[in-house]
């Protein structure tokens, strides 16, 4: 079993930042890869950030590059997604998650951003 917490969503006024935390526990030895996704109201969920454990390769979605940046604590276990110059249309539930042979998924949390 995989486990993931999420925390650092709220709500910040656009231009602000945000980080994004999720601590990675259970069996946790083949995870290869860990990221985040996120899902606005009525839309699909999209791959925002990701990083491979063993190398750090890291993936921004072009929506996010160059204000979302995804990082790895390997020592806690722990994976973060910085987020500066925040826009409403971030604004979504974003959900940590961790892959060995299937996807582990977090409980998501809330980002909101006003304008």
């Known amino acids: 079993q995989v486990q993931l917490v999420e925390s650092g969503g709220g709500l910040v006024q656009a231009g602000g930042s945000l980080r994004l935390s999720c601590v990675v526990s259970?069996?946790?030895?083949?995870?290869?890869?860990m990221g985040w996704y996120r899902q606005a109201p009525g839309l699909q969920r999209e791959l925002v950030a990701s990083?491979?454990?063993?190398?750090?390769?890291?993936y921004v979605a072009d929506s996010v590059k160059g204000r979302f940046t995804v990082s790895r604590d390997e020592a806690k276990n722990t994976v973060y997604l910085q987020m500066n110059s925040l826009r409403p249309e971030d604004t979504a539930v974003y959900y940590c998650?961790?892959?060995?042979?299937?996807?582990?998924w977090g409980r998501g949390t809330q980002v909101s951003v006003f304008s």
């Open positions: 998650y961790a892959e060995d042979y299937a996807l582990h």
């Open positions: 259970g069996s946790i030895s083949n995870i290869d890869g």
């Open positions: 990083i491979t454990t063993y190398s750090g390769t890291t």
